[in-house]
């Protein structure tokens, strides 16, 4: 362990996921106390189990059933680290991508709304209440990361339109909290992943070849990301290695969006 993050509290929404849970392992790895938010509560206690499993040195791990689309969940999580000594890092990842998600012909009112809830409002929640912590107890540095995609920067032909719409607000949201919360020394910072191997998208796909060609042939490298290489980036923006790094769209795609053509 180098403890790039000693003596720091994180909160991790989405922690029993893919990357949430990948990014709590690497948390505890450096040293940092960590709250796992989720809404599964069954997924969590399987989470919170590999966690204390994988890190037997690890400080604090703890677990909360948070719906982040309820701003009193994620307050009382929040608050819940005061006597920890309040939040030092936010990871707001957690996100869904509805299987009735389509294009704008075709999405449900109500998909949209409860994506824009989970995935917009849910981000909005959690930098709002990291800020109140940070502020209570006068903290001159802290780091809140906001889990967006590429999605908010290129459009995609096999639409979830909802879904990009929300990761859009993700990004400006995320670029706007940094400028206004830089002199206090509050950074945040959006990280893009490309689509990826978890269940979020692994799930959705299933065994449909065809979408899955649909999208292999446009990666680069040829394979989906894994949870473990965003994980890295977040550790990196949550450390005080990214010092300076501030209101970054911080892109981890094995360089799908700046893609021509792909190599054959
Ligand atoms: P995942 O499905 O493995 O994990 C998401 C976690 O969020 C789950 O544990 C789920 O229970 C939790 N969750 C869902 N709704 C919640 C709510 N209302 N409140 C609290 N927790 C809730 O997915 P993942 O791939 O790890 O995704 C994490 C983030 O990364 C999401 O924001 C997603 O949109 C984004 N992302 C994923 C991909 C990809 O291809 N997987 C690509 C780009 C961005």
């Given at each position: 362990?180098?403890?790039?993050?000693?003596?720091?509290?994180?909160?991790?929404t989405?922690?029993?996921?893919?990357?949430?849970?990948?990014?709590?392992?690497?948390?505890?790895?450096?040293?940092?106390?960590?709250l796992?938010?989720?809404?599964?509560?069954?997924?969590?206690?399987?989470?919170q189990?590999?966690?204390?499993?994988?890190?037997?040195?690890?400080?604090?791990?703890?677990?909360?059933?948070?719906?982040?689309?309820?701003?009193?969940?994620?307050?009382?999580?929040?608050?819940?680290?005061?006597?920890?000594?309040?939040?030092?890092?936010?990871?707001?990842?957690?996100?869904?991508?509805?299987?009735?998600?389509d294009?704008?012909?075709?999405?449900?009112?109500?998909?949209?709304?409860?994506?824009?809830?989970?995935?917009?409002?849910?981000?909005?929640?959690?930098?709002?209440?990291?800020?109140?912590?940070?502020?209570?107890?006068?903290?001159?540095?802290?780091?809140?990361?906001?889990?967006?995609?590429?999605?908010?920067?290129?459009?995609?032909?096999?639409?979830?339109?909802a879904?990009?719409?929300?990761?859009?607000?993700?990004?400006?949201?995320?670029?706007?909290?940094?400028?206004?919360?830089?002199?206090?020394?509050?950074?945040?910072?959006?990280?893009?992943?490309?689509?990826?191997?978890?269940?979020?998208?692994?799930?959705?796909?299933?065994?449909?070849?065809?979408?899955?060609?649909?999208?292999?042939?446009?990666?680069?490298?040829?394979?989906f990301?894994?949870?473990?290489?965003?994980?890295?980036?977040?550790?990196?923006?949550?450390?005080?290695d990214?010092?300076?790094?501030?209101?970054?769209?911080?892109v981890?795609?094995?360089?799908?969006?700046?893609?021509?053509?792909?190599?054959?």
């Amino acid at each position: 362990m180098s403890g790039r993050l000693a003596g720091k509290n994180a909160i991790v929404t989405g922690a029993a996921g893919g990357i949430g849970l990948e990014t709590t392992i690497l948390f505890a790895r450096e040293g940092a106390n960590v709250l796992m938010a989720d809404i599964s509560e069954e997924a969590l206690s399987r989470a919170q189990v590999k966690v204390k499993q994988l890190v037997p040195s690890a400080g604090r791990i703890e677990t909360t059933i948070c719906d982040v689309s309820k701003e009193s969940a994620v307050q009382a999580a929040v608050e819940s680290l005061d006597p920890w000594g309040g939040v030092d890092v936010m990871f707001n990842n957690a996100g869904i991508m509805h299987a009735r998600d389509d294009d704008a012909v075709n999405t449900p009112e109500d998909i949209w709304d409860l994506t824009q809830n989970i995935n917009v409002k849910g981000v909005w929640f959690g930098c709002k209440h990291a800020v109140l912590s940070l502020r209570r107890h006068n903290k001159t540095k802290g780091s809140i990361i906001n889990t967006a995609s590429v999605v908010a920067l290129v459009g995609s032909a096999t639409p979830q339109l909802a879904y990009t719409a929300s990761k859009g607000a993700v990004l400006a949201m995320t670029r706007e909290l940094a400028i206004v919360h830089a002199r206090e020394g509050y950074r945040f910072n959006s990280l893009c992943p490309a689509p990826l191997n978890t269940p979020l998208l692994q799930d959705w796909l299933g065994d449909d070849k065809a979408k899955r060609h649909r999208r292999e042939i446009h990666f680069p490298t040829g394979r989906f990301g894994e949870a473990i290489e965003q994980a890295q980036a977040v550790l990196f923006l949550a450390s005080d290695d990214s010092s300076f790094v501030n209101g970054h769209d911080f892109v981890v795609d094995g360089g799908m969006t700046k893609a021509y053509v792909t190599p054959e």
